[in-house]
């Protein structure tokens, strides 16, 4: 089914920045729910960018452990949390809380608002509106441990098998109940990439429409000489098969390979790495960019929703050599602006890289930085503007009716 409202064609004011457009107008009363403030992610990005479209609306996050030095987006805001903030060990372990995040969510009191916006990738999406009250979900994923990877999930705490394996499977059906319930109380939804619009169609049974997360190119541009090596940029966590791209690496001597980030991998891959592979750990923006700069290509072997930093690569006009599934066959054009493999195999990465130096003067830098643009934050801001204020005045002239 759709959702309740398809999505609008011929937006007014489709040319200018949404934050412009309400700087003199009325503005309607406005919440948003996102999950929870910890790390400044791909999801923290968004909803600082949905709050610049709205600066007078209130937050909503489940707990709010922001470290200061992320915190300026939301300076001045009022931020209001749940119940889970004051449990014990809340600080480090609230992720441990799942079984009691939708009864919090549904804790809050959201009557003083004529807009609702949940930014979700779990239970945002399941506060309780009143009548008259419009709900638009901006949807990261539907909940992924409830559906796309329970296995893997069930799997890494060690649920799988044994006696608790089929308590929690049953824990997990009740969730997606809960999941489906939640989604069909929304009265739209925004999916992050039509990857991620079809599985909001299997899992909720309902049409997204696509906006595409933003993205900061105005901080990752060209500049500098290119070298020989390549480079990747990531959480060392198993589904981001990092571990996979050294392997590829040690297979080819002649090449350099460096990686940005920390992670649970981390150990393991210092451990293990061939001389050729150098491990930077954790590092600032000017360093990040200086090797996106000078990097040869920008290597990626995790399926991602989306996909942030292959498009911050191509920003600074680097090319993506990246596995050929989930939200980057959106964004990395084949044969432009970077080439896939199908496999996050050693063998499958190592053969993309010999096929990406034997096509390397086709991949321009000027092409790779045009691609990168049409994910800015300012066409971020227009789009999500353009589809709430259509949204809430369906909802509106509908009740009228």
């Known amino acids: 089914m759709p959702c309740k409202r398809a999505a609008s064609e011929g937006m007014s004011n489709a040319g200018r920045d949404p934050v412009e457009i ?11 729910v996102h999950e929870w403030l910890d790390t400044w992610a791909g999801s923290d990005r968004a909803v600082a960018q949905i709050l610049a479209i709205w600066p007078q609306a209130d937050l909503f996050v489940l707990v709010d452990f922001l470290p200061e030095a992320d915190r300026a987006p939301f300076a001045g805001r009022r931020i209001t949390t749940s119940f889970l903030q ?195 750990g954790h590092a600032p923006h000017e360093v990040v960019l200086d090797h996106l700069r000078r990097a040869r290509a920008f290597l990626f072997a995790g399926e991602e929703d989306f996909g942030i930093a292959p498009v911050e690569a191509m920003a600074c006009g680097t090319p993506v050599i990246a596995l050929g599934r989930g939200g980057l066959l959106e964004t990395v054009v084949e044969g432009e602006t970077g080439l896939f493999f199908q496999e996050p195999a050693p063998a499958a990465i190592a053969g993309a890289v010999e096929r990406f130096e034997s096509l390397e003067g086709t991949i321009g830098p000027q092409r790779c930085r045009a691609q990168a643009e049409r994910f800015s934050e300012a066409r971020f801001r227009k789009e999500f503007h353009a589809f709430a204020e259509a949204g809430l005045r369906d909802f509106r002239e509908a009740r009228e009716r």
């Open 22 to 32: 309400l700087a003199g107008g009325p503005r309607p009363r406005v919440a948003v």
């Open 86 to 280: 004051r449990l014990p060990f809340a600080r480090r372990h609230f992720r441990k809380y799942v079984p009691l995040m939708a009864r919090a969510v549904e804790s809050f009191d959201l009557s003083g608002y004529d807009m609702v916006i949940s930014s979700s990738h779990a239970f945002a999406k399941g506060v309780r509106t009143r009548p008259g009250q419009y709900h638009l979900c901006y949807c990261y994923t539907p909940m992924r441990y409830a559906w796309a990877m329970e296995g893997e999930y069930l799997q890494d705490f060690g649920l799988a098998r044994g006696p608790v394996a089929w308590l929690a499977r049953r824990q997990l059906a009740k969730l997606r109940d809960w999941d489906r319930a939640a989604a069909g109380r929304v009265d739209d939804m925004a999916g992050i990439s039509r990857f991620i619009a079809d599985r909001i169609r299997v899992a909720y049974g309902l049409e997204a429409k696509v906006i595409y997360p933003p993205v900061d190119v105005g901080a990752f541009t060209p500049g500098g000489a290119r070298e020989g090596f390549y480079v990747v940029v990531s959480r060392l966590v198993p589904y981001k098969r990092v571990d996979a791209i050294v392997e590829a690496f040690r297979g080819m001597p002649g090449r350099e390979l460096v990686v940005i980030g920390d992670g649970p991998q981390r150990a393991a891959i210092e451990a293990t790495r061939p001389p050729n592979v150098r491990l930077l």
